[in-house]
Nanobody, 117 residues
């Protein structure tokens, strides 16, 4: 059974940092493209960062230079290091695992990140 479990969200002041983690079970981690998405109230869910294979990464323009996505295959975990956080980063952050060739796309339950003074 595939599960994605996020952790690390919370309340942080502007300029602060958080690290999100997503543990993936079910044997798919090593063959998946892993990503982090976010959804603010009343808005669509948007891609924040994605790690395709090895060190190939993609970032939304709004987070470039502030956020870093990484993966640890030994721990079946993907991370999102978020620095210099801004109020506009406030959203529910979702972990995603997908492989279009194998026809799957899984989501975690989401973790709330609130940036406020």
């Amino acid at each position: 059974q595939v599960q994605l479990v996020e952790s690390g969200g919370g309340l942080v002041q502007p300029g602060g940092s958080l690290r999100l983690s997503c543990v993936v079970s079910g044997g798919i981690f090593s063959i998946s493209t892993m990503g982090w998405y976010r959804q603010a109230p009343g808005k669509q869910r948007d891609l924040v960062a994605q790690i395709i294979s090895g060190s190939t990464t993609i970032y939304a323009d709004s987070v470039k230079g502030r956020f870093t996505i990484s993966r640890d295959t030994a721990k079946n975990t993907v991370y999102l290091q978020m620095n210099s956080l801004k109020p506009e980063d406030t959203a529910v952050y979702y972990c995603n695992a997908e492989n279009s060739r194998r026809g799957y796309n899984y989501w975690g339950q989401g973790t709330q990140v609130t940036v406020s003074s």
